[in-house]
T-cell receptor, first 110, second 115 residues
Framework: ELKVEQNPLFLSMQEGKNYTIYCNYS?????LYWYRQDPGKSLESLFV?????AVKQEGRLMASLDTKARLSTLHITAAVHDLSATYFC??????????FGTGTSLTVIP | NAGVTQTPKFQVLKTGQSMTLQCAQD?????MSWYRQDPGMGLRLIHY???????DQGEVPNGYNVSRSTTEDFPLRLLSAAPSQTSVYFC??????????????FGNGTRLTVT
């Protein structure tokens, strides 16, 4: 069974600070995704990471993938309040089954 | 484009009742799927489909049925609701090229309470 673990589960950080969310998965997977969910809302796709060493950046968020370590990171640079949300990583196996992490609830404090 | 549309948004059922959660997409996506979201557990795959007439089970299929008679629609049926099925349900769809699935497009969710 493929397991996906995220840490931390809850993160409270001050505006302007940097932090990293970690996503570990238990077995080889096809690709890794990051999603964002605002409270009471649906999920939106942030990044798709296809291969070892892949790095994607959008604004203050940067995601990377190390397939050998089965680890992806989501780095937040100079956090702002608008980044407050829950972030999920997900991996696929066999192309069709998505396995999601438990999510990291991020609160950015002014 | 409407994207992925789920109905209803909220539903309260009594134990033993049945109901169908509707999901429709207008993006001609081959892949459609249902997830439940519970606190502290992320999203868990219930059932998925890679095309009309093809469905398969995910992580937590017990108590749920699906069918895919058209590309656009993928309803989720609860045959006999139980309190353990209280959750938020998301439908999601995407393109499939070979064994590669593109990022999922999610509906707005259905909040189901079973009393």
């Amino acid at each position: 069974e493929l397991k996906v673990e995220q840490n931390p589960l809850f993160l409270s950080m001050q505006e302007g600070k940097n932090y990293t969310i970690y996503c570990n998965y238990s077995t080889t997977s096809d690709r890794l995704y990051w999603y964002r969910q605002d409270p009471g809302k649906s999920l939106e796709s942030l990044f798709v990471l296809l291969s070892n060493g892949a790095v994607k950046q959008e604004g203050r968020l940067m995601a990377s993938l190390d397939t050998k370590a089965r680890l992806s990171t989501l780095h937040i640079t100079a956090a702002v309040h608008d980044l407050s949300a829950t972030y999920f990583c997900a991996v696929t196996r066999g192309g069709n089954q998505f396995y999601f992490g438990t999510g990291t609830s991020l609160t950015v404090i002014p | 484009n409407a994207g992925v549309t789920q109905t209803p948004k909220f539903q309260v059922l009594k134990t033993g009742q049945s109901m169908t959660l509707q999901c429709a997409q207008d993006m001609n996506h081959e892949y459609m799927s249902w997830y439940r979201q519970d606190p502290g557990m992320g999203l868990r795959l219930i059932h998925y489909s890679v095309g009309a007439g093809i469905t398969d089970q995910g992580e937590v299929p017990n108590g749920y049925n699906v069918s895919r008679s058209t590309t656009e629609d993928f309803p989720l049926r609860l045959l006999s609701a139980a309190p353990s099925q209280t959750s938020v349900y998301f439908c999601a769809s995407s393109y499939v090229w070979g064994t590669v699935t593109t990022p999922l497009h999610f509906g707005n969710g259905t909040r189901l309470t079973v009393t």
